[in-house]
């Protein structure tokens, strides 16, 4: 069965101090990973797709890099509105549905 | 460009009564999901539905229903609810793979329903 982890369950960093989010996942055949950021009452918000070992991805302070076991979101020189839940998802080849994991809740402190 | 909108946004119902949901996914999206998710927790997928078919099923209760119709409008029909059915409810769509420039297979989530069963 799709397994999606995510750690640590919360972080909090000053500002300036980069850091590392982690999702593990197991599925059979992967169709897309996908980062979502999401701020308390709102639904998730797109941030990176990756389809294959070896792919990263840009945006802006966010780096997301993918293995055959693992993507890492890398935050470099977070500022205080980067505090958000951070989600990762995956889907399986052949298919729609979406496995969530339980988010990292990032908090940075000014 | 209009996002994906939901009705209504607040819903508040009583024990064993019947609730409906509804989803406007973006124009040209072809395909629609459906998620739950309680305080605190992930979204859980429901349910998909992938040109107007239903593609997937996740987690959704048997008393839970839902469909897509030709305007690609989706609803979620609850019946005989649960205090434990009290969450936001998520409604995404996607956008045909290859169709559209830029396109990452991203879902792209509506404002949510906030569903409160007493």
């Known amino acids: 069965e799709d397994q999606v982890t995510q750690s640590p369950e919360a972080l909090r960093l000053q500002e300036g101090e980069s850091s590392s989010l982690n999702c593990s996942y197991t599925?059979?055949?992967?169709?897309?990973l996908f980062w979502y950021r999401q701020d308390p009452g709102k639904g998730p918000e797109f941030l990176f797709t990756?389809?294959?070992a070896g792919e990263e991805k840009e945006k802006e302070r966010l780096k997301a890099t993918l293995t055959k076991k693992e993507s890492f979101l890398h935050i470099t020189a977070p500022k205080p509105e980067d505090s958000a839940t951070y989600l990762c998802a995956v889907q399986e080849t052949g298919g729609f549905k979406t496995i969530f994991g339980a988010g990292t809740r990032l908090f940075v402190k000014a | 460009a209009a996002g994906v909108i939901q009705s209504p946004r607040h819903l508040i119902k009583e024990k064993r009564e019947t609730a409906t949901l509804k989803c406007y996914p973006i124009?040209?999206?072809?395909?629609v999901y459906w998620y739950q998710q309680g305080p605190g927790q992930d979204p859980q997928f429901l349910i998909s539905?992938?040109?107007?078919?239903?593609?997937d099923k996740g987690s959704i209760p048997d008393r839970f229903s839902a469909q897509q119709f030709s305007d690609y409008h989706s609803e979620l029909n609850m019946s005989s609810l649960e205090l434990g059915d009290s969450a936001l409810y998520f409604c995404a769509s996607s956008a045909p793979l290859g169709e559209l420039a830029g396109n990452n297979n991203e879902q792209f989530f509506g404002p949510g329903t906030r569903l409160t069963v007493l």
């Open positions: 990756l389809y294959s």
């Open positions: 539905f992938y040109e107007k078919m239903q593609s």
């Open positions: 124009s040209r999206h072809d395909t």
């Open positions: 599925v059979s055949g992967l169709r897309g």
